[in-house]
């Protein structure tokens, strides 16, 4: 059996990375994984921490490089498969994933070993653990008018954008994000918090584009899918849990929003309008 990779990104948030890699290490068949941790030049007290336990544990199959600058979060990931892994050695499958995920499942190295094949990539159900909604699918299918309508009215003004979320936190925040699904289904986009690249993706041509800083990763791997003629799909008999304590600020600040436009305006212009 071949190996896999799982590449995690920290950015000041080592006692996320600890916790994740503590679950890690519990599961079945935790030896037929490597890891590499891409630490996006965090201040030097996390990132010792994290150096520390990974030595102190005798983790002899786990790296961990500091970027020289804040590569964002599929800049770090471009970055490591590009530069960091061996040519001479191929995985079976490559994770990239958020560093504050935990995972419990025993069998979540075999269940991913035995779908990998299936497709081009494999979206898990992603739980939640600040509401118990499933993150996946993230899109089942390309966007439509609706959400056209929803982003020139979002992206109008920085104001707008405000009202936007306002009224959705007091009138459907109870249902975002809500999902039941439990069948594995072919969909358009999967959640970028944990994403599982089957070899055939980059054998077919596939990449990972890190031409902006954040927010456009689900829908630019969608479009990059479709391009190569792929498929992703969601199984969600692999279970991961998501703890939403990134370090990215949860309120809309001036500077979250300006960013979400730049990724917003980089997609239209590269993939056409989303």
Do not use: C, W
């Not at 679950?23 to 010792?48: P, V």
């Not at 009215?153 to 009138?171: D, E, G, H, N, P």
């Amino acid at each position: 059996m071949n190996k896999g990779l799982i590449i995690t990104v920290n950015y000041n948030s080592h006692k996320e990375t600890i916790n994740y890699i503590k679950s890690l290490s519990k599961l079945d068949k935790f030896n037929y994984l490597d890891i590499i941790i891409a630490d996006n030049s965090s201040n030097m007290t996390h990132y010792n921490e994290i150096f520390h336990f990974v030595k102190n544990n005798a983790f002899n199959n786990i790296d961990l490089y500091k970027m020289e600058r804040n590569l964002s979060y599929f800049g770090a990931a471009r970055f490591i498969i590009d530069n960091k892994i061996a040519k001479e050695f191929r995985y079976e499958f490559i994770i990239v994933s958020n560093n504050d995920i935990l995972v419990e499942d025993n069998n979540f190295v075999d269940k991913i070993f035995s779908n990998i094949r299936k497709a081009d990539i494999l979206a898990p159900k992603i739980i939640s653990l600040k509401n118990q909604t499933n993150q996946n699918p993230f899109q089942k299918s390309k966007i439509n008018l609706k959400n056209k309508l929803f982003h020139i009215f979002y992206y109008s003004s920085f104001f707008v954008a405000q009202i936007i979320i306002l009224v959705r936190k007091l009138f459907f925040n109870k249902y975002i994000g809500m999902n039941s699904d439990d069948k594995e289904m072919p969909i358009y986009a999967a959640h970028g918090s944990f994403l599982i690249f089957s070899n055939s993706f980059f054998d077919k041509g596939g990449y990972i584009d890190n031409k902006f800083f954040l927010y456009a990763e689900e829908n630019t791997l969608a479009e990059i899918v479709l391009k190569i003629k792929g498929m992703i799909l969601y199984v969600p008999d692999i279970v991961v849990y998501h703890e939403s304590k990134g370090t990215i600020d949860k309120r809309l600040t001036k500077e979250k929003y300006l960013i979400q436009k730049e990724a917003h305006e980089y997609f239209n212009k590269n993939y056409g309008e989303a």
